[in-house]
């Protein structure tokens, strides 16, 4: 199992090119279900995640070829894939696969929308809570599905086919927001989304489903409409760029020092990250090529910042964010509302020497002049971020296992911050 070796106390600066993103990417594969023509695919990052899914999607018929390599001065150029789902030979997405991948359960709606039914594995991904479908299989309930759950598995079926219903959130979910679109594209009449999710990876769907030739409108909005079609068609489509691995970065160089430009991120696709960390007294300035994040000697200023939904500060920061805040100038508290368990990384930060207590959904965090680096335990996607940033600020080394979690959602992730000036290297072991 590969490891990561973090040396602390070296500044950032230089260029960091952000990859497509893993939260667009995955969705957009998925949506390939929904036609026999090719949806091609660009900028599709080189990830655990969409390897995984490629896997799942070629058992259910999906024929793929994946071009496009590095090319010049060590910029990540994407890959193009071409997916061609000709006919559905496999309505089942099995408990081996789908546990592994939170996302790859969203396979259910193609499949009912396009084949009328689907038998797809509850689904695992990180180990952050408790993660229900309550919601998904609502959504497909209101389009006339029906669903029961066998043996671990939900069940689904349309032998009437879907049609256009009003279906109302109780909570906003990204998944459930991406089920409704994909299975209302090609239901019967009309369909309104209400509470839906407003995430840059939702108006990225629906961007390529009316490509597909879909009839969306309002996704970015709490409320959409979908108007249902017979088929949709082929597309082309370039994956947008990752606003998470964009604001782990600008974490990281506010965390040491430096100056960063992150080359191709939307800076309105993660501002409040954005202003949370000018609050802090990082400089940041964004144009059309990116967004440049400068921390010139000033101190790290405490913040008390919660997550909730786009366009809020995203929970899938959270952990980067509480550890620039365990070298703040002072005492800060980080809510979670999103999800129940999602401070694994509180325990490893401590580590380091950071002090954070636990008070029901939030952590208080007590700056401290230094860490120290120590060995430490990759427990989830994000939270490995956060020892990477804790890491790369410490003094010493720091040794992280279970780096799989990384892998899942960082593209080159040592490349891009040695390029930078970090002393970081991936140790394999075991050949
Ligand atoms: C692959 C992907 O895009 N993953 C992202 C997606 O996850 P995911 O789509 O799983 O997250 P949701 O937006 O659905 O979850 C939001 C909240 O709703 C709850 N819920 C969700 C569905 C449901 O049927 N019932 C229910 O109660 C969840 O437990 C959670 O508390 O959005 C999350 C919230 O921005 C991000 O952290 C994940 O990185
Ligand atoms: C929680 C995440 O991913 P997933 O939903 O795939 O578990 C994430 O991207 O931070």
């Known amino acids: ?67 496009g390599r590095r090319h010049g001065e060590g910029r ?55 993660r229900p479908v309550d919601l998904l299989l609502m959504a497909l309930e209101r389009l006339g599905g029906e669903i029961e759950i066998e043996g671990g598995y939900a069940v689904a079926k349309a032998p009437k086919g879907l049609r256009g219903a009003e279906i109302t959130f109780p909570k906003v979910t990204v998944g459930g927001t991406h089920v409704a679109l994909m299975a209302a594209a090609l239901a019967e009449g009309t369909t309104v989304l209400h509470n839906a999710a407003r995430e840059p990876e939702v108006v990225d769907l629906a961007e390529l489903l009316n490509k597909m030739g879909a009839k969306i409108s309002g996704a970015g909005q709490s409320t959409i409409e979908i108007v249902g079609v017979a088929r949709l068609n082929g597309a082309k489509h370039r994956v947008l760029p990752d606003r998470i691995e964009a604001g782990t970065y600008a974490m990281a160089a506010a965390m040491t020092g430096g100056e960063v430009f992150l080359d191709g991120a939307r800076a309105q696709d993660f501002q409040a990250a954005l202003d949370a960390l000018a609050q802090c007294g ?76 636990l008070e029901g959904d939030s952590a208080i965090v007590e700056g401290v002049p230094a860490l120290k680096g120590a060995p430490v335990m990759a427990t989830d996607l994000r939270a490995s971020a956060s020892l990477v940033i804790a890491a790369l600020a ?38």
């Open 1 to 67: 199992m590969d490891r990561i070796r973090i040396v602390g106390g070296k500044t950032l600066n230089g260029t960091i090119p952000i990859s497509g993103a893993k939260n667009a990417a995955l969705p957009l594969m998925i949506a390939s279900l929904l036609t026999d023509r090719t949806v091609t695919l660009e900028n599709l990052p080189r990830l655990a995640d969409v390897s995984l899914l490629v896997r799942i999607l070629s058992n259910q018929g999906v024929d793929y070829s994946i071009d």
């Open 76 to 130: 990540e150029a994407g890959q193009t894939v071409h997916m061609t789902a000709r006919e559905i030979v496999d309505t089942t997405a099995p408990y081996e696969l789908v546990s592994r991948m939170r996302a790859s359960f969203w396979v259910i709606a193609p499949l009912l929308a396009r084949s009328g039914q689907a038998r797809v594995s509850l689904p695992g991904g990180c180990a952050i809570g408790t």
């Open 282 to 357: 990082v400089q940041i300035e964004s144009n059309d090529e990116g967004v440049r994040v400068a921390r010139n000697g000033g101190p790290i200023l405490p913040l008390d910042v919660a997550t909730a939904p786009f366009p809020a500060f995203p929970t899938d920061l959270q952990a980067q964010f509480m550890a620039l805040m365990t070298r703040a100038k002072g005492v800060s508290r980080i809510t979670e509302t999103i999800f129940e368990n999602r401070f694994m990384h509180v325990q490893e930060l401590a580590r380091f020497g950071a002090h954070i207590r």
């Open 394 to 431: 410490a003094e010493g080394e720091t040794m992280i296992q279970r780096v799989y979690h990384l892998d899942r959602g960082f593209e080159a992730l040592e490349r891009k911050l040695s390029l930078c000036g970090a002393e970081i290297e991936r140790i394999s072991v075991g050949g």
